[in-house]
């Protein structure tokens, strides 16, 4: 009986928990989780004061982002802007006449500083090895060659993964039904890790080019893998049993797989030189990891403290989680399946 007791309290803990977790996710704003890609700027010096500019804008909401590099005002376009549709986002091609070179000027992402998203930008000097920045909405300028900026880079692709799975409010969703489903540390461990391997799996696969998941119907089936922990959620209420509930971990890797097809998509959307590619999918899978690990660590520290204080939480609160994850889940399926349908 005690341990049936302690059980509920944990539960109960854990639950609340999830509470304050769902309302720091849904804060922002749901309607638009998993579009925040991030922007690439290229630029190669083709010859001394000359340069090829690539430039990648993402999209929001099916919209090409109202962002802009601003180059010094000597600089100057050549060629008319060529511009295709590219994924998720929209590539822009043109070349840049700049008399006095890049070395030492600034360089700002125009309208950065009113998104959550990030920008890499890469630069390729003829007479340099090249640099790469990670610029956000709190620095929005880089300074080409200026000291201690271009360490960045590398650790760049570790702060991508990292955000990429923190601003990702589906994956963390689906993270939170396995944490509502699994009380068993043990169970719960492993379940983490087969989710973790899976999806480790699909972002160097389609990183390396070597399967691809058409972004739409890709989308919709990660909203269905949160839609469908939902009545399982509600048969561990009831004391009901399944193969998911007996089994969480085997769930975790199937809908993994599918998670990291869309973990892909915020390294993918950065036109990686082939070179660099095997770190930045280290770095940036390693970011991945960390955020996931640093939520699950929240959830359980927070469970703890709760279990300690033995505070005792009305049902509503108890049970609002799962109809969360449920809710979301059916709600991003159809929206997303609409979309897909041309709606």
């Not at 993402?58 to 060529?82: H, I, N, Q, W, Y």
């Amino acid at each position: 009986m005690a341990g049936q007791v302690a059980a509920r309290h944990r539960a109960r803990a854990r639950t609340l928990s999830i509470v304050i977790a769902l309302g720091a996710l849904l804060a922002p704003v749901v309607a638009t989780a998993h579009e925040l890609d991030p922007g690439f700027l290229e630029l190669r010096e083709t010859t001394p004061g000359e340069y090829s500019v690539l430039w990648k804008v993402p999209l929001k909401a099916g919209r090409r982002m109202s962002l802009d590099p601003v180059f010094p005002t000597e600089c100057s376009a050549t060629t008319p802007v060529s511009s295709r549709p590219s994924g998720r986002g929209v590539m822009e091609r043109w070349r840049l006449e700049c008399p006095s070179g890049l070395a030492g000027a600034s360089i700002t992402i125009g309208g950065l500083e009113r998104t959550y998203t990030d920008v890499m930008i890469r630069i390729e000097l003829t007479e340099a090895e090249p640099l790469t920045y990670l610029v956000g909405s709190t620095n929005p300028t880089v300074v080409v060659g200026a000291e201690g900026q271009a360490s960045q880079g590398a650790l760049g692709y570790l702060w991508l993964g990292f955000e990429h799975i923190l601003l990702g409010i589906d994956h963390l969703l689906f993270v939170l039904g396995l944490l509502l489903i699994v009380q068993n540390p043990w169970t719960l461990l492993n379940t983490v890790t087969a989710f973790t391997v899976a999806h480790s799996i699909t972002l160097a696969i389609a990183t390396l080019g070597w399967a691809s998941a058409p972004a739409a119907p890709l989308n919709a089936a990660i909203a269905l893998s949160i839609l469908f922990l939902g009545p399982e959620i509600v048969r561990v209420w009831r004391g009901e049993t399944s193969f998911t509930i007996r089994h969480p971990w085997v769930v975790a890797f199937a809908f993994g797989l599918l998670h990291g097809f869309g973990f892909a998509s915020g390294l993918s959307t950065v036109g990686l030189p082939q070179a660099e590619i095997p770190l930045a999918l280290l770095l940036f899978n390693l970011g991945v990891e960390a955020g996931q690990l640093f939520f699950v660590l929240l959830i359980l520290a927070l469970e703890r403290a709760f279990r300690v204080l033995e505070i005792h939480w009305p049902r509503w609160a108890e049970m609002f989680p799962g109809y969360a994850v449920g809710s979301l889940g059916a709600f991003w399926f159809i929206q997303r399946t609409w979309m897909l349908l041309g709606g």
